[in-house]
């Protein structure tokens, strides 16, 4: 949102503009304000060693938006974000966080981790602000604010990363640490320009792949290996080391290395961020703390600590360099003044939902028959709620007119989806909105509904017709619509019908004679009821008694909850 109210994203057209504040409290001392291109940090009281600060900002929207004016609390964060990365202190808007991280002397007898022991500046009791750190910050701000969108929500988040694992430094040194390294790992796997290549793969398994490749049409394993490059999180511990890599300058190591103990050096680079990165690794996968000696707070004044002839980084250290790395990286971007970007998606307390079918169901104007499964997948849900609720289905007489046109000439994958949404529209709607001549219509497709698939399976299930299928081509469909389910354009199926065509399935094992089987099948039916007592109790006693379940019963039981 900061970025947002700059007005980079905006035309030339009227604005809603409103001054906007905030409180925030630091360690940082200074006398004056701080003006930047996008607020103004205005300190309150400067005697006291924690210092209050007004975040003055003005607040611009486009007109003709849905939104004027948003509560202004991202804006407050992501600028106090801002305020503690470009001001090397520590900033919240709660003062007492502020007097607990900063603090000098152990609260407790428990009290081993004191910030301002593992990291230098950022936790000092006070820090005296210099021109030159304004001057830079101001800078710092503008450039930030410059980036390109893509990159500004990259570097914000990063920020954000950076600044909780300051915080998280007073609970958790082990993820503290790793935080840090998620910060510059999330700029490496971004923004790297990174691509990877076959000889990426891990060698063992490429080595098997190539051998059966070396038997199949070399275009087709050429795609194959495309295919597998698209999915694979190749080097990531490469890239992370090249990404640092190649945004360190020389002055980590001259300037900005003075007065710092046991300070990184150039050749041990690569081996300490290797060690860094498997630190991190064995922290997330296995909990496994960091190397025990970087506790020590006298080890931890410096960069570097050496054990068993290894060089790792201090969580001082590892501030020091992701500090430099991600300045690095953002000065070394583009500026625009200006960007063409659909900013309105970005506003706070905007989430993207899918629109109910009612709202795009019977739309046909645009209609093609690869759509047919989303439209049945929406129609499913429209039937479901009316089943349940006694909700009104809409009207789509004209959709289905334009079905019975395109039906002939569609692939038998659409056209079933289609035959099937036109079959249960017109089984159940009153009969004044039927298609005229609907019966004769279907009627000339029976051959396609005779077919078992999944489709099939519910439109029999919902016209309470007997399925007459063999059990295992049944099973078979219906576990290869679960396999594929939760793919991009699978045909999605409304939980209480999946219900009822594992009950169905049942039944059938308990009308073959085949009891284990339907116990099995009553028992998937049963976990899959969860949340539903009293759908599980009719399963429970059915079972028990061997006797059918009615799909239909399911519907009434949710019906009277409802």
Same mark, same amino acid.
């Given at each position: 949102m900061l970025q947002i109210i700059s007005g980079k994203f905006f035309n030339d057209g009227e604005r809603h503009t409103y001054d906007g504040k905030g409180i925030t409290y630091s360690n940082y001392s200074w006398v004056d304000s701080i003006k930047t291109c996008i607020a103004t940090l205005e300190p309150i009281d400067i005697s006291s060693q924690i210092s209050p600060y007004v975040i003055s900002y003005v607040e611009q929207i486009e007109k003709g938006g849905v939104l004027?004016?948003?509560?202004?609390?991202?804006?407050?964060?992501?600028?106090?974000?801002?305020?503690?990365?470009?001001?090397?202190?520590?900033?919240?808007?709660?003062?007492?966080?502020?007097?607990?991280?900063?603090?000098?002397?152990?609260?407790?007898?428990?009290?081993?981790?004191?910030?301002?022991?593992?990291?230098?500046?950022?936790?000092?009791?006070?820090?005296?602000?210099?021109?030159?750190?304004?001057?830079?910050?101001?800078?710092?701000?503008?450039?930030?604010?410059?980036?390109?969108?893509?990159?500004? &929500?990259?570097? +914000?988040?990063?920020?954000?990363?950076?600044?909780? #694992?300051?915080? !998280?430094?007073?609970?958790? =040194?082990?993820? @503290?640490?790793?935080?840090?390294?998620?910060?510059?790992?999330?700029?490496?796997?971004?923004?790297?320009?990174?691509?990877?290549?076959?000889?990426?793969?891990?060698?063992?398994?490429?080595?098997? &792949?190539?051998? +059966?490749?070396?038997?199949?049409?070399?275009?087709? #394993?050429?795609? !194959?290996?495309?295919?597998? =490059?698209?999915? @694979?999180?190749?080097?990531?511990?490469?890239?992370?080391?090249?990404f640092i890599t190649n945004n360190l300058h020389d002055r980590f190591f001259t300037d900005e290395a003075i007065d710092v103990k046991n300070s990184l050096k150039p050749s041990e680079l690569k081996q300490i961020l290797k060690n860094t990165y498997v630190m991190r690794s064995g922290y997330v996968h296995q909990l496994k703390p960091i190397q025990e000696q970087l506790r020590n707070s006298k080890i931890a004044e410096g960069d570097v600590f050496h054990w068993d002839n290894e060089p790792y980084l201090t969580f001082t250290g590892l501030v020091r360099l992701a500090h430099h790395v991600i300045n690095n990286f953002i000065y070394d971007q583009e500026s625009l003044i200006t960007e063409d970007y659909d900013w309105r998606g970005d506003l706070p307390g905007i989430v993207m939902m899918k629109l109910a079918p009612q709202y795009w169901i019977a739309e046909h104007t645009n209609f093609v028959p690869s759509h047919a499964r989303k439209k049945l997948s929406g129609f499913l849900i429209q039937l479901n709620n009316s089943r349940i609720s006694d909700s009104l289905l809409t009207d789509l007489r004209e959709l289905l007119e334009k079905y019975e046109s395109l039906i002939p000439m569609a692939s038998k994958k659409d056209k079933i989806a289609m035959l099937s949404m036109y079959h249960l529209y017109n089984y159940f709607i009153v009969l004044e909105a039927r298609r005229p001549n609907f019966k004769k219509f279907i009627k000339k497709y029976e051959d396609i509904f005779n077919e078992c698939c999944i489709e099939s399976m519910i439109v029999h299930l919902l016209c309470n017709q007997k399925w007459p299928w063999d059990t295992d081509d049944c099973i078979s469909h219906y576990d290869n619509y679960n396999r594929t389910k939760f793919s991009k354009n699978a045909l999605s199926i409304p939980p209480l019908m999946e219900l009822c065509l594992i009950i169905t399935i049942a039944n059938m094992w308990l009308n073959a004679g085949e009891f284990e089987k339907y116990d099995n099948w009553s028992h998937i039916a049963y976990l899959e009821a969860s949340g539903k007592p009293d759908i599980q109790k009719l399963i429970n006693e059915s079972k028990s008694k061997r006797v059918e379940i009615a799909p239909d019963s399911i519907f009434e039981i949710t019906k009277d909850k409802s």
């Open positions: 004027v004016r948003t509560s202004g609390s991202e804006i407050v964060q992501q600028f106090q974000l801002l305020c503690m990365f470009g001001l090397k202190a520590f900033f919240d808007i709660d003062r007492t966080k502020v007097e607990i991280n900063c603090r000098v002397n152990p609260i407790s007898s428990g009290d081993y981790y004191l910030p301002s022991r593992f990291v230098p500046r950022f936790f000092e009791p006070e820090i005296h602000g210099q021109n030159a750190e304004i001057e830079t910050f101001i800078k710092f701000v503008d450039k930030v604010i410059g980036l390109p969108r893509k990159k500004y &929500l990259g570097v +914000i988040s990063c920020l954000n990363n950076y600044s909780n #694992a300051l915080h !998280i430094l007073n609970y958790n =040194l082990d993820l @503290a640490y790793s935080m840090l390294v998620y910060s510059l790992e999330s700029l490496s796997q971004n923004f790297d320009g990174f691509e990877s290549t076959w000889d990426d793969y891990d060698h063992n398994i490429r080595n098997k &792949l190539d051998l +059966i490749f070396s038997e199949i049409d070399s275009d087709a #394993a050429e795609k !194959i290996r495309e295919i597998l =490059l698209e999915s @694979a999180n190749l080097r990531l511990q490469k890239r992370f080391i090249d």
